[in-house]
């Protein structure tokens, strides 16, 4: 980028771009930073959802036994477990009184790194609201979309 607003100031001071261009180039410039800097965050694919359930057993059969899905042994924090589709995802599954609603999704970034995330969104007015915490046992933190969903980002 540096070396294009250079090639433009360049042909402005040697008199082969006249002002008007170079505002428009230098617009282009900064558009085009813009869009690069959105493409930086891109899903690559749902990790999983989790789901606010009221009683935890009668949930885990149903998606064990209609489903097919494998329950995930490993521990869990907060009375809650997870059903795997093998390698396409998961369903966390947390007891929760009322049940019946979406706590959160979340979304897998391509080459997620906590700053350059926090750099972008901080770029479209986003704050994430929470931290990444490896007791939860995942590198990701939570958003909210602007219906107030929390998006989770991994």
């Known amino acids: 980028m540096e070396s294009m607003i ?8 040697t008199g082969k771009l006249t002002r008007r261009d170079l505002i428009k180039g230098l617009t282009m410039v900064a558009a ?7 493409a930086g965050l891109k899903g690559i694919r749902l990790d999983h959802v989790a789901l606010q359930v ?25 009375s809650s477990l997870r059903v795997d589709f093998g390698e396409s995802g998961f369903v ?3 007891d929760f009184s009322p049940g019946g609603k979406v706590d959160h999704f979340a979304i897998k970034l391509e080459g997620f790194n906590k700053d350059s995330v926090t750099q972008q969104l901080k770029e479209y007015g986003i704050v994430p ?3 990444p915490s490896s007791a939860a046992g995942g590198a990701g933190y939570h958003v909210v979309d602007p219906d107030g ?4 980002l991994l």
Do not use: C, H, M
């Open 32 to 38: 085009s930073a813009t869009t690069a800097s959105a």
């Open 54 to 78: 009221s009683d935890l057993k009668r949930s885990r059969d149903f998606y064990v036994n209609v489903f097919g899905l494998t329950e995930n042994t490993n521990p869990r924090l907060n």
């Open 149 to 152: 969903f929390k998006v989770q």
């Open 92 to 94: 966390t599954l947390q």
């Open 6 to 13: 250079s090639g433009l100031l360049t042909r402005y001071e």
């Open 129 to 131: 609201i929470d931290q």
